[in-house]
């Protein structure tokens, strides 16, 4: 299963992208949609497995996370 790690920005996410690598972890930047009465669309990472250390990983870079999910 995918997971799916929400960013503040497109910036947030290539770090976010980057560092991940660095710590062996294949992510991808993926862009939000915007969903009617919920703001604007936003940017993120999706990886397979791995989710908590991953966030772990992001938050010790100082990269900060609005919200993470399962992605089918």
Known sequence: MDNLIKLSSVTQAMKARDILKKHGIFSKVYRIPAVKGQGACSYGVL???????????????????????DYL
Do not use: C, F, P, T
Request: aromatic share 0%; hydrophobic share 45%.
């Open 47 to 69: 990886i397979k497995n791995r989710l908590s250390e991953a966030v772990d990983i992001l938050r010790e870079n100082n990269i900060r996370i609005i919200g993470r999910a």
